[in-house]
């Protein structure tokens, strides 16, 4: 298995096709260093419409059932609410990171517009070429992807088998001004 590991865990790196077209929509914006990516608003709201209706479906079901698990529902419904009136009544180039989507019940700690969820879908829509990508003021057609071993695949004690993982960065032109960074531990 652990040949098998390590055959595995090179570097990858692959290109993303960016869209080439500019959609006539209203566009929020997502600023990190020197990159912004523009996205559809309203696709935004209809994913958070989406997952504030299977809230609502957990609190009705669990309404009897268990406390915690309803409070924690509503204050996310609640959250994802206030997020969609803001996208709906949105001009053109919304702060995006001006929005507290996060699951779980009120923490001012994430109350910061750092949003997990929302970076992700921001990471999908530029994968599937649904994003328009500015870098340092400039449109770009296409970005960079790595995924490499943590720990250049070695596998010589328990600690690196536990701390087994991958960093994944997308970037236009130089790995460290990345315009996503993520660690996926595998861990066992």
């Known amino acids: 298995m652990i040949a098998l590991n390590a055959a595995c865990f090179s570097q990858n790196l692959w290109e993303i096709k960016l869209s080439t077209s500019l959609p006539e929509t209203r566009m929020g914006k ?22 504030q209706e299977s809230m609502i479906k957990a609190i009705t079901y669990y309404g009897d059932q268990d406390s915690n698990l309803v409070n924690y529902y509503k204050a996310t419904e609640k959250r994802y609410g206030i ?30 517009g750092n949003s997990r969820f929302l970076k992700d879908q921001i990471d999908h829509f530029v994968q599937k070429g649904n994003a328009v990508v500015f870098y340092q ?7 960079c992807r790595t995924s490499e071993h943590t720990n250049q695949g070695r ?32 861990g066992w």
């Open 155 to 186: 596998m010589e004690s328990s600690s690196d088998i536990l701390n087994n993982g991958y960093e994944i960065r997308t970037f236009y032109d130089e790995p460290n001004n990345c315009l996503f960074f993520e660690v996926q531990i595998l």
């Open 137 to 143: 003021g400039k449109r770009i057609f296409t970005l």
């Open 83 to 112: 997020a969609i009136s803001q996208l709906e009544q949105a001009k053109n180039g919304f702060d995006l990171q001006s929005l507290n989507i996060y699951e779980g019940r009120e923490d001012i700690r994430q109350n910061n």
């Open 30 to 51: 997502w600023i990190v260093g020197d990159y912004t990516v523009s996205v559809s608003l309203d696709t935004i709201a209809v994913m958070l419409r989406k997952d």
